[in-house]
């Protein structure tokens, strides 16, 4: 059958292709798109080609290259010996922005009944976003902080909220995501860059300053800035991974107030669920989807828009341009 995807030739350059996909093999699953997220930050980063050597980045993009992790599919074609399975089932699947694709069962997570498929595709990020707050070990009253309110960004303000943190401060430049972020349990908002916000996180904390801190803005000058925040031994979590990293400097305070600096990566789940490690992949996302069924979280009001496959080179170049208006936007593979 033939089947659309996205593309990116070479950088800066966005086309929508077509492919001859061939009936699953066996243990292979065939699936058919419903509902692909695009990961604004590390799609445009992986669009733009500019990359220090050696960092993940580079190593990852090479063109042409194929953008998209977050996707909902069911399932239309089984091979034989796979087991658990049924065609017409809705799944989460890690998976670039393409109309039809084959994939394997270890790759693909069930989304239960009550959850859109729009809300489902956000279970990829809410893993990344789930491990950096678990990556803080955080302690029940902590004063908190998070810096830059894109799509990690507003993830990881409800996650805190749940996790029982006493004061949420969310900082960015964009008075629109504050304000989503506020109506998702921000108790405080700043339109600030990091260093702006300093003064006034000081007055909120009475001068203590923040426990911890999540930079998931992506810019290299940020992590100084947000190391300026904390109080001594206090934890700045790098979410956003800058593609240069030759850029960033730590600036001072961190030796004499002994601050912590914990990197976090979607893929540092637990590979296998056992007592000690019972955190994988799976069960986060699972505990995700609950969160969104019971009402703890939600992120179907930070959808913001929504485009057939076949606009995605008016997409990107809009994203390219300015992606502050911007937070969740969603390629509706029923529109083809």
Known sequence: MKSVYISFPEANKVTVEEEEVLPPQEGEILCQAEKSLISIGTETYCLRGIFDPGTNWAS???????????MVARIVGLGKGIQGYREGDRVLVSAPHQQ???TTPDRVLPVPDGLSSEEATWGALACTTQLAVRRAELELGETVGVVGLGMLGQLIVQYLWVAGARK???VDTVQNRLDMAKAHAATHILNATAEGARQQIAEITKGRML???????????????????LRKRGRVIL???TPTPTQQHLGPGVVSNSI???????????PYFSEFTPW??????TLFYDYLLQGRMRVSDLITHRHTPLEAPQVYERLLINRSSSIGVIFDWGQL
């Not at 990852?60 to 977050?70: A, D, L």
């Not at 426990?211 to 925040?229: E, F, S």
Request: aromatic share 12%; glycine share 8%.
């Open 60 to 70: 990852w993009v090479k063109y042409p290259f194929r953008p998209g992790y977050s």
């Open 168 to 170: 949420i401060i969310a």
């Open 280 to 285: 994988t992949r799976e069960e986060i996302i």
């Open 211 to 229: 426990d911890a801190v999540w930079d998931v803005t992506g810019h290299p000058a940020a992590l100084a800035q947000c190391i300026q925040l």
């Open 239 to 241: 979410v956003g991974d």
């Open 260 to 270: 912590a600096i914990l990197g976090i990566h979607g893929n540092s789940s637990a």
């Open 100 to 102: 039809f694709f084959k």
